[in-house]
């Protein structure tokens, strides 16, 4: 069975000509409100998440313009806002930290080759439709990875409130880091930061219920004024900051912030680090689509609409690119922004392009105003961002439903803390997809019998069933592969040695072999071979169609000394009537 | 279903005291004479082979007495003959090219030590009893691997049958280097040579139909005769390189080589090079463990004994350990030495620990003898015995039932004879598994309906089916786990979207979901919540007693709008007679 999607061939691409053609007033005053929003809400965020990933805050900015109207173009959800993310941000630092950069300039060219390398690998991803892939990254692993990224980058940010200098990218290297350097602490730095983290975390939980039973907002205007609460702790702290002259204080600020558009080209590096950034480049696009994807088909569900998969994957490209070509950093879909974006009332794709006008205002004519703004206030932004995304509880849940998702979960968060985001996560891919073959190489085989009254027949170990002592019946739980072929032959003749005597038939249902590979097949012709020996017919029952056709291309069939039967019902019947006494 | 086979505790590791207390004459008898035959067999074998890892001649003669021992006390099988194997050499030759060594008691050291890693590795593996690992060397890869690396070392041995320098580790290096020093052959080696390898080909395919036809020797008696045939070869050869004066005219041979016990102790080699040795080592393992085991398996059912895996795995670590300390090689259980140890009524492993006193005569008193055997000999002999290795028709069989194992027997054949015998293996049990995988994450789908007059579903496209409009049934014929939960997500909402209109319940035929990880369970409610928007309710049918146990840990049945039916006819006729109204 096979559900194909045919569109018109190119245009499939451009979902922008799809959208554009209906776009009317509605649309219009829907896209500009989001836009407005959105612009408020992404300057601090821009700015925290360019520090996370330790690149100039106007960085974060650039990478929230052209990024935003390639996906305005490509994009197939209505409501996705790309830009720098917190797990992305903190990839990126930790890409780049191995090269071994000083000069501000070339850590800049490398964190945009990085994003250019990563809109390559996402548009051929693209082209091969291979959105598949993702498909690889199990939930609890994800849900484990991003625990431990938020704790991991919470952590790295503790050093910004207290105004001394960390280093590292594990949980191990940053508290050490931290511990030494713990004498340097500055005052100044921890009140003002203090006071932007109370302020946001009291903004993030209780602003939105305060401005609802205090105000009467309804609930979705508060909730949009609440998430873009951090733009007024960033116009207190710069107010603050400028008005006690806390740089005298010794607060770090972010101090001259280039005026006017980004730069465009593509950035010039020392070409020889290239082969250390494919790796990182591959990690951080398949990271940033899954974690893209999700947040759109999350919202696409809310509204009945659907997104394509694969041109998600073009259309991340081509931000990237953008990103890239724009001074920018690797981007993708972010869960708070698009969640602003479509709660403002966002339509279409368009939104994302007024936001880029509103971002591109702010690089123009705001920059100047973050002189005073205190680094301080936006690693509290960041914490109280990625704080929300810990959550520990996957790991009971996975322990409460199969070990082997909380080996993989547990794995994945361990080693994320303690090594660092890149291995974290492969590891976590690889030992989910090892749990899994080893799971199917040692399938579950029961023997069944025929549950009275019915054609069916269930496990003779859980159901009231009824045998014949001729007739042995396995139902194999699994496909058969190489890598359980072998044990599959030891089963069942080990379950024929036991009951010898009155043994006539052996039936193989089949219903759940949903392949049989060449390994497999001589594992049956060696079964079939040595039943034959001891006087047993060998039996399948409930063949697929799949299957059967497989079977056809080899000689088994023919070396068979019993018969292939479409339902087990029939076997049984058959070989228990004696009907079968050719 | 489990089925365990208890022995009194550390007696089964030790099989030696079970079949010793029954030895008398008959077993006496059969060893004896079986320990003489093969001691005539493998004096040239050992020759040959240690020439081939690139060792003394002696060496080769040394990893055949203490190693037979070993397996002896702790082997399985009953005709299993252990030593130096033509693929375990050239893997052996493969391991030790890279460390660089010229000095020759060196290189012995270090093949002794690889020989003892390899035994350490199997001993550990056979305490896990992880002799399942070899399970993950699929047929078509080990069939595609032993006919790459039969032609490699027969190509190998040109070198020697004409008499020039030749190196590499796979074709093309081999072929070069031969091309470059063509000029350098010498006629009195191509003609010895020539002898030999006719001489030996023709004994290998037509003596023992000779013996039968024109002396009425019987079948395995001539087979035997024929299966010694190298050793006459040898003889011959001798006499006419000491009668001629071969060395004289250019032809370079065994000379002297020492005689007297092998050496006994830790080989002593530059311990840095260590690391280097351990990813060959475990290969070497693997690939002899396969290679024994299913020898020994071969040779057991035709007596329909049984041998155990993992006491193999334990028997095979004590034999490279054995041989390590004695000054050999690394070996295993070989094809031709254990048929003919068979053929001539080898009863128990005794006859092996008989076969080591021959082996250790010869050492002491046969090695002068040896001085005048040509190397073109020796390669004429390996040449003869790999190329019954070769059968390229594993790529026909393969390509015809079916394009996944194809891939993987074309790989493995292609990159072990182009890059060489590790990258080969590695390969092959690589690609084998992410194609299993891939084929796992894209699984098949079937729309099912009842077939007339019985209670047994099956697909509307292939079988004559009665369907209901209200009803779709989907029988998911895979696993559920997270390389294809989301992929079963879109395949059942778009069936959903495709016929809205009459539609109430659907149905997923769960008879082949032998498993459904934590991601899954994701989708199924993700599926269950879309439906419910539609009001479609979502069953399940035929789910299996472990499954139905793994979701009773979760709140999904709590949230299922429909119900879980024991089979699919239950299903059918119930959700079909309106008898499912709550």
Redesign the interface.
């Known amino acids: 069975?096979k559900?194909a999607n045919n569109s018109k061939k190119w245009l499939q691409y451009f979902p922008v000509f799809d959208w554009g053609r209906r776009y009317g007033r509605i649309e219009l005053t829907g896209d500009l409100t989001a836009a407005g929003i959105v612009t408020i809400m992404l300057i601090p965020q821009s700015l925290a998440y360019a520090l996370l990933a330790g690149l100039p805050a106007e960085v974060g900015i650039y990478a929230s313009i052209l990024p935003l109207v390639a996906y305005a173009i490509f994009g197939s959800s209505r409501a996705l806002a790309v830009g720098p993310v917190a797990v992305v941000s903190l990839m990126t630092a930790s890409a780049l930290a191995p090269l071994g950069i000083s000069n501000v300039a070339d850590y800049i060219a490398a964190a945009g080759v990085l994003a250019l390398l990563s809109g390559a690998m996402l548009l051929v991803m693209g082209a091969l439709r291979l959105g598949?892939v993702?498909?690889?990254?199990?939930?609890?692993?994800i849900a484990g990875f991003i625990t431990a990224s938020g704790l991991l980058i919470a952590v790295g940010q503790i050093k910004h409130l207290l105004g001394i200098a960390a280093h590292g990218h594990n949980l191990p290297e940053i508290i050490a880091s931290l511990w030494r350097n713990l004498g340097d602490v500055n005052f100044a730095t921890v009140m003002i930061g203090s006071l932007a983290l109370i302020t946001l975390a009291w903004v993030r939980k209780y602003l939105s219920q305060y401005l609802q039973n205090r105000h009467g907002l309804s609930t979705s205007v508060a909730a949009t004024v609440a998430r873009i609460g951090p733009v007024f702790a960033i116009i207190g702290t710069v107010v603050l900051s400028w008005g006690l002259d806390l740089p005298g204080w010794g607060v770090t600020v972010v101090g001259e912030v280039p005026t006017g558009l980004p730069p465009f080209g593509i950035p010039s590096i020392d070409w020889s680090l290239l082969p250390m950034l494919l790796g990182p480049a591959a990690l951080i696009s398949v990271i940033g689509y899954v974690e893209s994807v999700s947040v759109a088909q999350t919202l696409a569900?809310k509204r009945?609409q659907r997104i394509d998969p694969n041109q998600e994957l073009i259309a991340l490209g081509a931000s990237n690119l953008a990103s890239g070509l724009s001074g920018g950093f690797p981007v993708t879909g972010g869960f708070s922004r698009s969640v602003v974006n479509f709660d403002a009332g966002a339509q279409t794709p368009a939104a994302g392009a007024f936001t880029a006008v509103g971002l591109l205002l702010a690089a123009v004519f705001l920059t100047p105003l973050l002189y005073f703004l205190p680094k301080a206030t936006l690693a509290a932004t960041i914490i109280v961002a990625v704080l929300s995304l810990v959550d520990f509880t996957i790991l009971k849940?996975?322990w409460?439903?199969?070990k082997?998702?909380f080996t993989a979960v547990a794995t994945t968060i361990l080693l994320t803390l303690i090594v660092g985001v890149e291995l974290g996560v492969a590891a976590g891919v690889l030992i989910?997809?090892v749990l899994?073959?080893w799971?199917?190489?040692?399938?579950?085989?029961?023997?069944v019998g025929q549950?009275p009254g019915?054609?069916?027949f269930?496990?003779i170990?859980?159901h009231l069933v009824l045998t014949d002592p001729r007739l042995v019946t396995l139902r194999i739980?699994?496909?058969l592969?190489?890598?359980?072929?072998?044990?599959m032959e030891?089963?069942v003749l080990?379950?024929v040695y036991?009951d010898r005597e009155h043994l006539q038939h052996v039936v193989l249902m089949c219903?759940?072999?949903?392949?049989i590979?060449?390994?497999a097949?001589?594992s049956l012709e060696a079964i079939n071979q040595?039943l034959k020996?001891q006087g047993v017919k060998l039996h399948l029952s409930?063949v697929?169609?799949?299957v059967m056709d497989?079977l056809k291309?080899?000689d088994f069939l023919d070396q068979l000394t019993g018969r292939i039967f479409?339902?087990q019902?029939?076997a049984y019947t058959k070989l228990t009537d004696g009907a079968d006494s050719e």
């Open positions: 069975m559900f598949v993702a498909n690889f990254l199990s939930h609890p692993v569900a009945k849940t996975a409460r439903y199969s082997a998702d989910s997809l899994f073959i799971k199917t190489s040692r399938p579950h085989v029961a023997e549950v019915s054609q069916h269930r496990n170990d859980r739980d699994e496909s592969y190489f890598a359980n072929a072998r044990r030891d089963l080990d379950r036991r219903s759940a072999v949903n392949e590979d060449l390994s097949l001589e040595r020996d409930e697929k169609g799949p497989r291309c080899g479409l339902s019902y029939d």
